[in-house]
DNA sequence: AATGAATGAGCTTTCATTCAT
DNA sequence: GATGAATGAAAGCTCATTCAT
């Protein structure tokens, strides 16, 4: 399953993907955090100094060592927040919705609405994360690998339940969807780079791909 | 469509991705290039240094310089080679078969069978190459973009003739099928990096993918 | 005379070579000094850190600065504290003892016992002090020699007795007693570092030193 | 047996205490060398930025890192060819002087002789060498401790040949020896400091030194 | 063509010290 | 007194690139 890939993140009932947090410390955190994802998506994880975040957060450069421990690890950080919150989401869909062609419909809108929410993210996750050495630890491996796996079992569970064909290999599909999804914002992401644009139509290229797989895999 | 992506590369007739050339100059550069994807691959385009590349090729590193005009300069040389390749390729089996379902099988082995031949490649292709700011300039991403037009048109084309749908949309699919297939690859390259790993099997690969793409989009 | 040297500095009657003050304020810089000490033996001076102290003292290190103005501050303090207490027992030593002879093994061994008590400040007056720019301060100089004229002035006195050969050079003769000590004691300082070793045995190595220093300046 | 001490250590065949070698690339190291220790000598081991030693060695600092490690490797370097050169010195004057009595004398004439040679060398060695970790490793330990063994050897070979009583410790009396040394130059190195100052009579103090400790241990 | 010495801008990180609370 | 967030100068080290040989 790719990575780096169509990782929505944003936390649905804040539509922020950071925690805001009371403590001040968190606080503080969490502006760094928005700063450096701006800047790492701006001029890339390598060109992107640390005085650089520290100019976009409006703080002095040392500071940034008081809330983390090194470039890498607010990359990370990045990374684990907007991961978990894509895995929380898909619980949340999970949990609120029974139908199989439903919930994959509502797990796609809400990737597209992600990214369209905050392209810069996406952009740091697709082309910063996956350079980092860090992130082949397995800790982080294994909080990488949840959202395949549960697509996957929205897929199995739609074909015990025979809403979809009996000899589809939910992984596989789980993969499908998540590259394609990954493919198109990734485009999307090259081109941002000149500048202009107009904005993805979510609704209008969630029901395209969802037409698509559902076409493939639903029992007729 | 995604970049860095699923991007079979190797030419078939040499069985390698650079011109295997008569000129010592050629040759030689070729050696370092080869290097340089292994370096790369090995430590990403940021960690790696000219000293590396100029070791892994058995050359003095002042050499280097002799061949390609900076870093920046020979990444840039990685991703037009492979691509010229990946176009010509398509170009060949567009050429040499004329079934729109038939062709989409070959392309996706091709991809396949390119990528197990040199993951390294591909790896850098996929991490690399998208963070250099001069693959941003229009010369490369007009070339970027070819592979998925043609892959588009060869469904408009199965499309005409009847074979698919008429309510498909190429673009999109060209993007679904691309998409999986770097979401396939770039999850092996990740979990390439501890070592171990039995080899894809591509021509099991390559049936699955078909399938659910033919699936999708056949007329029945 | 060597300094950061074989120098004592503990205070007989304390058993400590800060003063036990009543004030709360006294008594807590005395515990940041010791503190200090330790890190500084530890680490050495330019490798320790404020927090490091602070940690050590169980304070914050905010808290470092209002008890002293700056890190070179506490380094000096330590020197003045020592090198007074050892200025004092000198004293003491000649006022309770009239023979010269005994007077230079009390010294000795006094050296030697407050060593044994707590080398790490023993090596943080050798080694951290003398790179210190303000130790060489007129005020600190001054202070700093006051223990190698008494013990010349304990030899001057012998020899006008006519207990020591009437044709020796006091100063000089200091110096090799303290460069003996400092000898014997700098290399003991050195080994602890792998951190075994039985502790020196101070009567044995006192009398040693002691029979040398006699044998060579005695009157026979 | 004190370290960073009255350690000799200019090669008397070519005055120098590093090989004036033929490679320009040693060459340009004893430039180097040389240049580092002027400056730590001046300001401190910790004070000095390679920048300085640049400067000094008039080279662009980041040549500095094409011959040396670091910072700490061209300190450690310092010591290692100072002390070699004062084993080796050791080892030509037993060669070359049977008469214990006579050994001994040159051994302090030629260490004076090499202070008053280069100053800074030994403030180095005293000062800065003893607060490098590396120091501390066993290879240098042994090396630290060979010129200390080869004086005591001198006194047992005068022992064993009935010019010195019979009941003295070689090993003390190898530390009493290189303890006096020290303590006087230790003790010039610090008012050097405002910089004023007479050069040390060489002869003179060898001789003081010399008599007290052949006064000590002599046969009468 | 080949070598590697030379250059120096650039970057991360550290940490003493200050100061608002 | 006590805390630790905030500051920013400082310094070691890297490495792409140039160039003399």
């Given at each position: 399953?790719?990575?780096?890939v169509s990782i929505p993140f944003i936390c649905e009932r804040t539509g922020h993907f950071m925690k805001l947090?009371?403590?001040?410390k968190e606080e503080k955190e969490g502006i760094i955090v928005q700063a450096a994802v701006k800047v790492f998506a701006r001029k890339g994880y390598y060109h992107s100094k640390i005085q650089d975040i520290a100019q976009e957060a409006k703080i002095a450069y040392g500071l940034f060592y008081h809330y983390f421990k090194s470039k890498d690890d607010i990359l990370l950080t990045i990374f684990q927040n907007a991961w978990r919150n894509l895995v929380k989401e898909i619980d949340v869909i999970i949990e609120r919705t029974a139908d199989p062609v439903q919930r994959l419909r509502e797990v796609i809108h809400y990737m597209f609405r992600s990214y369209s929410y905050d392209r810069n993210l996406l952009k740091v996750l697709i082309m910063d994360v996956p350079r980092l050495e860090k992130f082949y630890e397995k800790k982080n491996l294994v909080l990488y690998k949840v959202p395949y796996t549960k697509i996957?079992?929205?897929i199995e569970d739609g074909r015990k339940a025979g809403v979809f064909k009996q000899d589809i290999s939910p992984i596989t599909l789980s993969q499908v969807l998540m590259g394609t999804i990954d493919s198109i914002i990734r485009h999307d992401v090259y081109d941002i780079i000149p500048g202009k644009k107009e904005k993805m139509n979510i609704n209008k290229i969630t029901q395209r791909i969802h037409g698509i797989l559902i076409d493939s895999i639903k029992k007729k």
């Open positions: 399953m790719p990575m780096g947090s009371n403590s001040a996957a079992e929205i």
